[in-house]
């Protein structure tokens, strides 16, 4: 079993949908969560970080974590062509242990 | 804020030769560096991970004498790919942490890339 899973996808939605990926991971000792964006030919792109349990929110992206499922979702709201893209969902477990564990990205593809 | 770039971005070479990427954190001191390796529709596969100053320690199947890691400074990491072979085409990814204390020195920056083709 991987440490993280994560649905490939492709997810298909029509412009203006709300947009939910999430991850499931195994490891209870991770407590520091990321999500990331990835265009075709691109580096990730850092869009949200939370620590431990509960919500963050940053325009129309919302993170999400519930330590006790051991489930962490982003949702976006008012979804947009350009947000068409590979999100990661990434994790560690400890201040100072920097090396993440990926996810293996969601691919949502956004529809005008 | 947070911005690393890759030099080259693109490289294409002749099997057998060298390749030498550069990674640069441009606006922060980078504590560690990471180099991943992505193939199409697949996510990242971390590399190494590097440390300014002191050797890189790799992750378990890839070649170190394959893949040397220079990190000589804290806002420069270099990946050099030695004698490439067609089978080292790939998109190579850096990353950095920053050097400040708390969240944000767990989550990394990344690169641009640099695609690699070796024919």
Redesign the interface.
Known sequence: QKEVEQDPGPLSVPEGAIVSLNCTYSNSAFQ?F?W?RQYS??????LM?T?SSGNKEDGRFTAQVDKSSKYISLFIRDSQPSDSATY?C?M?PK??????V????T?LLVSP | GAVVSQHPSRVICKSGTSVKIECRSLDFQATTMFWYRQFPKQSLMLMATSNEGSKATYEQGVEKDKFLINHASLTLSTLTVTSAHPEDSSFYICSATDRGFGIASETQYFGPGTRLLVL
Request: proline residues 4%; glycine residues 16%.
């Open positions: 520091y990321m990331y030919r691109k580096g990730p792109e850092l970080y620590y990661l990434a560690n201040t100072g242990f920097q090396k993440l990926f996810g293996t990205g691919r």
